[in-house]
């Protein structure tokens, strides 16, 4: 299931994209009647509001079985994908976790030492943008790299868990883009700032729940830069597994519906190459993870 945050006339909601477009999950709670509803109250309208519901993901899937049973003259319209925006699918998570130095080659390119377990940092909330949304190009950079990274999304309280009951509290994946200044990360020795400056967390197109993608593993991706590959490797390439990821971050501290976790990057990032290529104003990233989709942005100047 494909679920997505999106606006329309300047109104945020949640969805389902379907094959005949977005079907609103509110309004589709609603079109089958008050069992849909939460303790009496009106559904969700978002998707962080939906997860921290512990029962909202399995509700979901009922509402759109529900729809697609009921004869086609009868069905709640869906929306055209062409008459709404899509947004972040969690447009600001409580935290977003990164996980750094996951990729061997990775590793090999940017000539560091590979760690016992990989490095982890944050980025800032207010860093997300979504599909579509510009990169803006700081004034206070010149070295703007891509990192396409598969992303998961917690569903569930989640606190000192083992691997094997790690993919109970998955929500789903989506893609995030590790948007880095390179040389504020070279000056700062860490990565916080250099990784959370304004529109550098790229995320989407969607969540596509953990019932279709399991741990996460085989799931080829891409980074193009005006339509040509940078970045191509596959998720099964990462050192450290989404299972056990969650399990040692659960050690250290309690992750909670709506927590995003950027597994890490492969090969292929700007700054290793030879010569070094960077953003520029005018640049189209498009990243591609397979059965989860494209998440295109345009880079811009920042003002």
Not at 170 to 179: E, P, R, S
Not at 201 to 225: A, F, H, W
Not at 277 to 302: S, T
Request: hydrophobic residues 35%; aromatic residues 6%; proline residues 7%.
């Amino acid at each position: 299931m494909r679920l997505v945050t999106y606006s329309r006339m300047g109104v945020p909601s949640i969805g389902v994209h379907l094959e005949s477009g977005i079907l609103d999950i509110p309004d589709a709670a609603s079109y089958f009647g008050r069992k849909y509803h939460v303790h009496g109250q009106s559904f969700p309208t978002t998707m962080l509001d939906l997860l921290n519901w512990e029962s909202g993901i399995e509700v979901v899937h009922q509402i759109v079985e529900r729809h697609t049973q009921t004869p086609s003259g009868e069905r709640l319209l869906t929306r055209n994908l062409n008459s709404v925006k899509l947004e972040a699918p969690i447009p600001r998570p409580g935290k977003i976790i990164a996980i750094g130095r996951n990729y061997l080659e990775h590793i090999k390119e940017t000539g560091v030492a590979v760690p016992e377990f990989p490095v982890v940092f944050a980025k800032f909330p207010s860093c997300v943008i979504g599909p579509d949304d510009p990169i803006q190009i700081p004034k206070i950079s010149k070295q703007i790299d891509w990192e396409v990274e598969l992303a998961v999304v917690i569903g569930r309280i989640c606190k000192d868990v083992t691997e094997d009951q790690s993919l109970d509290y998955i929500a789903g994946y989506t893609i995030i883009n590790d948007v880095s200044a390179r040389d504020l990360q070279h000056i700062d020795g860490q990565y916080t700032r250099s990784k959370s400056l304004d529109s550098f967390c790229p995320m989407g197109p969607c969540l596509v729940t953990r019932d279709e993608l399991g741990d996460g593993s085989g799931l080829k991706l891409t980074t193009k830069i005006n339509g040509v590959i940078k970045q191509d490797s596959t998720t099964s390439q990462m050192m450290v597994r989404v299972p056990k990821i969650i399990a040692q971050l659960s050690r250290s501290f309690t992750l909670e519906p709506g927590d995003v976790i950027a597994t890490g990057t492969p090969s292929g990032v700007g700054f290793a190459r030879n010569p070094p290529e960077f953003l520029k104003p005018g640049d189209e990233v498009e990243q591609f993870i397979d059965k989860i989709g494209v998440l295109r942005n345009p880079v811009i100047a920042c003002k």
